[in-house]
């Protein structure tokens, strides 16, 4: 059975030797794509179509040209990625209020304090403080389209604001923008390519400060802040010995009271009746690497993340999985087969997520201490059911002891004796030429899983340029070394010299998709620091294996933001000439940012370095 390949040759020897159907075998299945589909330029939104724009049928039945359809489905695809997360940040400000309701415990009170006292909430009493900062998101997310969000002024850097204001593209009521999108890509509406894509920036802003960012902040309060420190990745970190549960999805405040209460001596107690050491949390997609982030609060339950999205098939295969929780996406139809296989119950914890072989048990911080007794008991169940059976087989070198992880805007400031003046001293002095945000997801098509994400970091640190991962690259990158402090030794001389004199490795790992909105806070502190726009940073974007539409929503921020943004393969958009002109290069007029499209990792670094290096000369820098 072929395969496609991996960075990580460790997980794919172990998936040849287990033989078992994943993605990685699927992929050779779709190998041939349709090319009206690569250039976006395909419409099936009527029963006229589906249509397709060639040279001799430049216009569709309706008269919609390539530049409408292909920015028509682009905004549609970025709509659909906003509201994904705009999802998580709303179930994520309700479970804050539901906290703060029932007096729960808040583990990160000077995150919430801060968030109060920026949105003018004065009440001394934590809880409710807590209830009025869930009050205040949900009643911006719920405002209609003409009303503009509050908060989004508090959140972004002042003078993104004011570009964005000056370009029209705030957003009202986030949930109201996107709706309105996707009417306004609906048959026979709106056919003006550039007022679409300006809607794609409106929806990336709403996206990138209340689905990422502003979710990080409420999971600081209620699951505790990031500390940095040393953790053990890969699927060495599953141990049979214990009662496994694997996580997979987005939210991982769903899992706050879960975490808690499999550290409960009568909990353990439970395991141990039935021959097992205890439970644990085994990390897997991104709520995975949130829990990494946050391990500092959970290190007795959490046993470690294994890896990405097309990683999460084979973690199965272990058979060293007793239950599987999804709750969001990245939660991939292939488990279904293999859960089935090797009678691993699946429970998903939110109806967006629900696989067709699992139990549906809806989440609510109400009834969390409920849903809790029941996973725990479900999961003795499997365990005492499957064990005998099924045949364990963990690959034990697989992933690293060593990853630093724990990294935020705080925990990095701290670190660095809480200032930005020593990140700047070294950029300005050459130790770092720039930074580069590598970011997004892993995908099976672009070189394999992880090979181009990785072999650009790789070319990246070897310039000199340090990376910072958030998202599923993050979880491919840490599994082949690169967040390791040897992994030094892979960047150029003034770099490596860098990172070993302080013990870390040249990409760090902010964990899950999620902290890209971390790292737009850090490029907002650095360019205020400097007292320059963020534009100007000498910092790039990269999501070369981007996947879904979430990826097109954050790239839409990113751009919004004025970052050159670099993918390896094209968002459906090179169908359209116009398109394409804008958002590779009228964008740096209007925002500043710049969608690069380039498919070679060493010409992609090529063009990554030499705007570092522009935006170096631009202050001043040589």
């Known amino acids: 059975m072929g395969m496609c390949t991996s960075a990580d040759k460790k997980l794919l020897k172990f998936m040849k030797e287990k033989g078992d159907e994943t993605s990685f075998h699927r992929v050779r299945g779709q190998k041939n794509k349709c090319q009206f589909g690569q250039q976006g330029i395909c419409c099936k939104l009527c029963s006229n179509g589906p249509c397709k724009i060639t040279p001799s049928a430049p216009r569709g039945i ?13 905004l549609r695809a970025v709509a659909a990625g906003s509201a994904c997360y705009l999802h998580v940040a709303e179930n994520t400000a309700k479970n804050l209020k539901h906290l703060g309701e029932i007096r729960g415990d808040i583990k990160g009170a000077e995150t919430l304090h801060e968030l109060a006292a920026s949105f003018g909430i004065e009440t001394a009493d934590h809880h ?114 214990y009662i496994n549960i694997m996580a997979t999805g987005h939210q991982h405040s769903m899992f706050a009271l879960l975490q808690e209460k499999l550290a409960a001596p009568d909990v353990i107690a439970k395991a141990q009746a039935v021959g097992a050491q205890g439970f644990k949390l085994i990390g897997s997609t991104c709520v995975g690497q949130d829990m990494q982030l946050r391990g500092e609060h ?17 973690l199965i295969t272990t058979g060293a999985i007793d239950i599987i929780l999804t709750e969001f996406n990245c939660s991939m139809p292939g488990l279904e087969p293999l859960a089935e296989k090797y009678q691993v119950p699946q429970f998903c914890l939110d109806s967006v997520a629900k696989k067709a072989n699992a139990h549906y048990t809806p989440f609510s911080m109400k009834d969390a201490g409920e849903l809790a007794d029941r996973i725990v008991d479900e999961a003795l169940n499997s365990y005492t059911s499957r064990r005998s059976t099924v045949k364990i087989h963990i690959p034990r070198d697989h992933g690293h002891d060593d990853v630093l992880t724990g990294l935020s805007e705080k925990s990095l400031k701290k670190f660095l004796g809480y200032s930005w003046k020593p990140l700047i001293d070294l950029i300005a002095s050459g130790k770092i030429k720039g930074i580069a945000a590598v970011v997004g997801c892993s995908n099976l098509t672009t070189m394999g899983h992880d090979v181009y994400t990785v072999e650009l970091t790789k070319e990246l640190i070897k310039r000199d340029i340090l990376v910072l991962s958030a998202g599923c690259s993050s979880g491919g990158l840490e599994n082949v070394g690169l967040m390791s402090p040897s992994a030094a030794a892979l960047a ?34 650095l360019a205020a620091y400097l007292q320059i726009d963020i534009p100007q940073l000498p910092l790039v974007l990269s999501a070369p294996q981007w996947l879904e539409e979430q990826a097109l929503a954050d790239g839409a921020f990113g751009l919004a933001l004025g970052l050159p943004l670099h993918v390896a393969t094209p968002p459906f958009v090179t169908g359209s000439t116009l398109a394409t002109q804008v958002l590779t290069s009228d964008l740096k007029e209007l925002t500043g940012g710049q969608l690069i499209i380039e498919g070679d990792f060493v010409k992609a670094a090529d063009i990554l370095e030499e705007i570092i290096s522009d935006r170096r000369k631009g202050l001043g820098l040589g």
Not at 62 to 74: E, K, P
Not at 192 to 205: E, H
Not at 298 to 314: L, Q
Request: glycine fraction near 8%; aromatic fraction near 6%.
């Open 128 to 241: 409710e403080k807590a209830v009025q900062v869930a009050q205040k998101i949900l009643a911006d997310l719920y405002k209609s389209k003409d009303e503009k969000m509050e908060l989004v002024e508090k959140l972004a850097y002042a003078p993104r604001y004011e570009r964005w204001k000056e370009l029209g593209i705030l957003p009202g009521g986030a949930k109201a923008e996107v709706f309105d999108a996707i009417v306004k890509t609906s048959t026979n509406l709106s056919s003006d390519p550039v007022d679409m894509l300006l809607n794609a920036l409106n929806l990336g802003i709403s996206t990138g400060l209340f689905g990422l960012t502003m979710t990080n902040l409420l999971n600081d309060i209620m699951l505790g802040e990031p500390v940095i420190r040393q953790a053990a990745v890969g699927f060495k970190v599953v141990d049979e010995a």
């Open 298 to 314: 959970c290190a007795n339950v959490f046993a470690g993340h294994t890896g990405n999205n097309f990683t999460s098939e084979a």
């Open 492 to 525: 150029g001389e003034n770099l490596r010299s860098v990172c070993e004199s302080l013990g870390i490795p040249p990409v760090l790992n902010f964990g899950p998709c999620l902290s890209i909105g971390r790292l737009e806070m850090i490029a907002a502190e």
């Open 62 to 74: 309706c008269g919609a040209t390539a530049d409408t359809i292909v920015t028509r489905n682009f």
